[in-house]
């Protein structure tokens, strides 16, 4: 992540340097929120952010995010925003690319521990 001057970041080579699923890299962060990048396939667990809104962009590939009462089915370019408190999960049939934008901190399965899919914070590319 870049600190300091202006740089430019291209975001096709930050996702060329992992390949691991569900372990948010922050590539960028402004005013608080921090700009990430994860790939994604299967689906994540059911859960709440008490404190922050996410949102979600499709860099490649398709990706939902799944409600209790609705699914956004999403594909490149396409974006959603996930409200504070709102139980939601996150899935892809095939491997995705996405953007992530929140705040800087957030644990990404919010309100729930998960041996598998909690990531560390504040991982850097």
Same mark, same amino acid.
Request: charged share 25%; aromatic share 10%.
């Given at each position: 992540?870049? &600190?300091?001057?202006? &740089?430019?970041?291209? $975001?096709?080579?930050? #996702? ?10 922050? @590539? ?28 979600? $962009? @499709? ?7 799944? #409600? ?10 396409? !974006? ?9 999960? +996150? !899935? ?7 953007? $992530? ?7 990404? &399965? ?5 041996? +598998?899919? +909690?990531?560390? &914070?504040?991982?850097?590319?």
């Amino acid at each position: 992540m870049a &600190t300091g001057p202006a &740089t430019r970041v291209n $975001l096709d080579e930050k #996702f060329a340097l992992f390949s691991e699923q569900w372990r948010p890299k922050i @590539v960028a962060a402004l005013n608080g929120q921090e700009i990430k990048v994860v790939k994604v396939q299967g689906e994540f667990p059911w859960h709440h952010h008490d404190d922050a809104e996410e949102f979600f $962009l @499709v860099w490649r590939g398709r990706f939902r995010v799944e #409600f209790r009462d609705h699914v956004v089915d999403m594909g490149p370019g396409e !974006c959603v925003v996930v409200p504070r408190g709102v139980e939601h999960r +996150t !899935c892809a049939d095939a491997e995705a690319e996405i953007l $992530l934008f929140e705040p800087a901190g957030v644990v990404n &399965t919010g309100n729930v521990s998960d041996a +598998t899919y +909690t990531a560390p &914070t504040g991982v850097s590319i």
